[in-house]
């Protein structure tokens, strides 16, 4: 079978949604809305344009995923002080409660992927994704 780092890279990624969703189902929350709370565990009170840029979603996906978790009781907007086009959002008292629970099954994720590896290949592996996440962006 002719190598496909593509076909590999898709896999990876619906089984990974498939197992967030399965482990955030008890939290009410869903594998889409998870990089919006990451990018937000590093900093509560950003934009989402710099949520986007982040996490590189688009605009219209980071909106869904927003109002989503703003209706569920997770995340609040507010108005921008100095852009008024703009909302900044803030993570609510469930949210900053689940960090290291959701952190955790998030790492659970990636060492199980590791697991068996030997730590020179995953940091080679880490480096090659990395490369080829930085000529996308």
């Known amino acids: 079978m002719e190598q496909n780092i593509g076909r590999l890279i898709s896999i990876l990624y619906r089984k990974g949604q498939a197992y967030l969703n399965a482990v955030l189902e008890p939290f009410g929350i869903t594998a889409s809305e998870l ?10 009170g950003k934009t989402q344009e710099e949520i986007g840029a982040y996490s590189c979603i688009d ?4 909106a869904r995923a927003v109002q989503s978790l703003v209706n569920k009781g997770w995340l609040r907007k507010e108005k921008d002080n100095i852009d008024k086009r703009a909302n900044k959002i803030y993570l609510q008292e469930i949210a900053i409660t689940s960090e290291k629970q959701i952190m955790q099954l998030l790492h659970s994720w990636a060492g199980y992927l590791a697991e ?22």
């Open 35 to 44: 990089p919006i709370l990451v990018c937000l565990y590093k900093g509560s």
């Open 116 to 137: 068996g590896l030997e730590q020179e290949n995953v940091a080679i592996m880490y480096n090659v994704l990395e490369d080829m996440v930085k000529k996308l962006t």
């Open 59 to 62: 605009k219209a996906a980071i």
